[in-house]
């Protein structure tokens, strides 16, 4: 019988991105996984168990990095993951993941990890790519040469796959340190005096009295610390130490980066032809993707392919999604019919009826479309396509203060904000990640239409221009006011709070591959299950609190009120009625009375719900949606208390772009609050959106009346 571990082990999984990691971890797990978040982070972080031959181990795929010279959150945790930094705790044991058609740059990686002196076995993934490319690897002599196990694998068709559990078992049984590795810097010299050190004020918790690991976190600090990294947590004489020697070296004519870098890198050069034969004949599967990228990359044809796959890519999206979400609908509104027929009339009712029932179909109603985008965005994302878009549209996005990375969040941002920001994960740098969550809820979501429909149908006149009805010239402007201010808002963005030195993109152009369809479901479905466990949680809340403000203090009817008017007027003496009247000073310079206010404070549970909100306010009731033609008849009818009317044309130009810039949605707000791990960022976005709409409202109906229109 085997011998078992003593105790449950825990493994790590480090790679590139693009590597084939995930895809081997989910093998290893069967998919059975656990998803959290990093200690202090919103990075995914998951976990499983994979059965071996002495028991059962933990397993944990860490975020894919190039290198430990950790610059950016993933990054870090990578790095903190492996090397123990508190509160995380150093692994038993790590699988590295190399990417058999990119061994040259994976080894890099590799080496790193070898430094730092943990147990380790590396898996080569996509073997079955560079077999049809033509190549051999040499597997006996990378593992000698690293003197670690090396095991081939294909996670597309298993291979490997009970080589590599064995591999994985008998390390964690012998625990093995792997002998120093190649690559180091010489002795001697002032490299070594900074070193030195700077490994003196590496913590004691970190290393914990191993010189070899000491030694290895201070060659990561000295290639990883400097003015513009975002790394957190590191003791401030570290971070002075580390500048110290970095004014000293270049002094002294040194290069700091190039002598640690330097002498790896001559290693694998020196080596990788020793680990990989490619054969005479040209590999097909590269001149595939050169025939590929000289089309998608084309200067002149790549943006529009580009256009048209994300037309295409959107068409579907909205094509497919609203069945679903229809489907979502009916369902909530039957359990809702269900209930009132089987509950007693009165508050209890209502509560669990237009509360609970309805603030869950708020919630889920965005799942379909959740699910789509992620699973599009997957499909696009693993065959290859989206680190071509970023490369395209980075020269464009820079500009405007962003990265070509942020082009497809943004671009997101039309259909819904929510999957829009959760997307501004695959950005690297925080600080871009945070002006591409902070600009998308200005582009024109689909939530928007609904209400930019209703106000233009009625109060806008209905005469066509050059073919084009005033509607849809109105649509169209809407749509190019909310990008072209998103994007006005990255620049200014950029050289105010969130300004720092500009970052180039630096990208991996992965082969083309085929998608992984269970993976991209996955995928999917974790980031879909996120939402509604966390972001959902907050707009749950938010709905019935909405309802409490809506439907209390309780009024008795009067003898003689029609029902349309008993409810006004509940409405009106309601604490959100109230609170219209309270706030509506604030709003009458932008043309806006108090019943618009209580619209506005509806809009808040979702944009849509002005829509509803303005039926109850002006009596027409709960299904305002199916009687848009009286819905709109009453708001043409509705007058002020000097008789005037209450929407005019300037009103409705005035709530347009209010409701293009304004944030209404506490569901983004949720989500924002979810991917920044602090109240601070949606705090700022409501606050900077709310003025910015207030003022542009403003502008818009006194320049209007200055003009004499009313």
């Known amino acids: 019988m085997s011998a078992s571990f003593s105790a449950t082990p825990r493994i790590v999984v480090a790679g590139n991105p693009n590597a084939g990691k995930t895809s081997i971890f989910n093998l290893l797990t069967g998919l059975n996984l656990k998803v959290g978040n990093y200690p202090g982070v919103t990075v995914d972080r998951h976990s499983g168990k ?35 930094h508190p509160p995380y705790v150093m692994p038993d044991l790590v699988l590295l993941v190399i990417d058999g058609t990119q061994l040259a740059r994976n080894l890099y990686l590799v080496l790193q990890v070898l430094e730092l002196g943990i147990p380790c076995v590396c898996a080569i993934s996509m073997t079955d790519q560079v077999e ?121 004519g040194e290069d700091a980066d190039l002598m640690l870098i330097g002498p790896r890198y001559a290693w694998i050069d020196e080596h990788v032809g020793e680990f990989l034969h490619s054969k005479p004949a040209a590999p097909a599967q590269r001149s595939w993707s050169e025939r590929f990228d000289r089309v998608l990359l084309h200067p002149l044809l790549g943006l529009p392919i580009f256009l048209i796959v994300m037309a295409a890519l959107f068409q579907s999206l909205f094509a497919w999604a609203d069945p679903m979400i229809g489907g979502v609908e009916g369902i909530f509104g039957q359990f809702a019919t269900f209930v009132r027929g089987h ?105 928007r239409l609904p ?53 180039p993109l630096v990208l991996e152009l992965p082969a083309y591959r085929r998608p992984e369809p269970i993976r991209i479901i996955q995928e999917a479905w974790l980031k879909g299950r996120a939402f509604l466990s966390e972001a959902g949680t907050i707009i749950l809340v938010s709905t019935i609190v909405l309802w409490v403000l809506l439907s209390f203090p309780q009024r008795d009817s009067m003898p003689n009120e029609s029902p349309a008017e008993a409810h006004a007027i509940q409405l009106e003496s309601s604490y959100a009625g109230q609170i219209g009247h309270f706030i509506e000073p604030t709003l009458a310079p932008l043309g806006f009375e108090w019943r618009i206010a209580v619209g506005l404070i509806g809009a808040f549970a979702a944009r849509e719900v002005f829509i509803s909100t303005l039926g109850i306010v002006h009596g027409v009731g709960d299904e305002a949606d199916e009687e848009s033609s009286s819905l709109r008849q009453r708001l043409r009818d509705a007058r002020r208390t000097d008789g005037t009317p209450l929407y005019t044309p300037l009103v409705g130009l005035s709530l347009l772009v209010f409701f293009a810039l304004a944030c209404q949605c506490l569901s983004t707000l949720a989500v924002v609050r979810r991917e920044t791990a602090t109240w601070r960022w949606p705090a700022f976005l409501l606050a900077y959106m709310t003025v910015l709409s207030w003022v542009a409202s403003a502008v818009v109906y006194q320049t209007g009346l200055a003009l004499g229109f009313t």
């Open 50 to 84: 994979v059965n071996l031959s002495g028991g059962q181990a933990f397993i944990e795929d860490l975020p894919g990095t190039y290198s430990l010279s950790a610059r950016s959150a993933e990054e870090e945790i990578a790095m903190s993951s492996l090397a123990g």
């Open 132 to 252: 049809l490319a033509g190549d051999s690897l040499d597997i006996e002599a990378m593992s000698a040469a690293l003197g670690v196990t090396v095991v081939p694998t294909a996670a597309r068709t298993g291979q490997g796959l009970e080589q590599l559990k064995i591999a994985l078992s008998d390390a964690l049984k012998e625990r093995r340190r792997p002998p120093v590795p190649p690559g180091l810097p010489p002795s001697g010299g002032e490299l070594e005096h900074s070193l030195e050190r700077i490994g003196d004020q590496v913590p004691d918790d970190w290393h914990h009295g191993d010189v070899r690991r000491r030694d290895a976190l201070a060659r990561w600090a000295l290639l990883s610390l400097d003015p513009t990294d975002e790394l957190s947590g590191l003791p401030d004489s570290l971070r002075t130490t580390v500048n110290e020697e970095r004014d000293r070296l270049e002094s002294t």
């Open 343 to 447: 509950m007693q009339e009165g508050y209890l009712r209502e509560f669990v009826t237009e509360g609970l029932i309805a603030g869950v179909g708020a919630v889920v109603v965005f799942l379909p479309q959740i699910l789509l985008l992620f699973l599009f965005l997957g499909v696009l994302e693993s065959s290859g396509y989206m680190a071509r878009v970023a490369w395209l549209m980075d020269r464009l996005m820079r500009s405007m203060g962003l990265t070509g990375r942020a082009f497809v969040p943004m671009l997101s941002g039309y259909a819904c904000a929510i999957p829009a920001i959760m997307a501004t994960r695959t950005m690297e740098r925080k600080r871009d990640r945070l002006k591409t969550m902070l600009v998308v809820p200005l582009m024109t979501c689909s939530a």
């Open 451 to 503: 209400v930019y429909t209703l106000i233009i149908a009625t109060l806008f006149p209905t005469e066509a221009w050059f073919g084009l009805s005033t509607a849809s010239l109105l649509m169209v402007g809407m749509y190019l006011f909310g990008t072209v201010i998103a994007l006005l808002a990255a620049a200014v963005l950029s050289r105010t709070v969130l300004s720092g030195p500009a970052v």
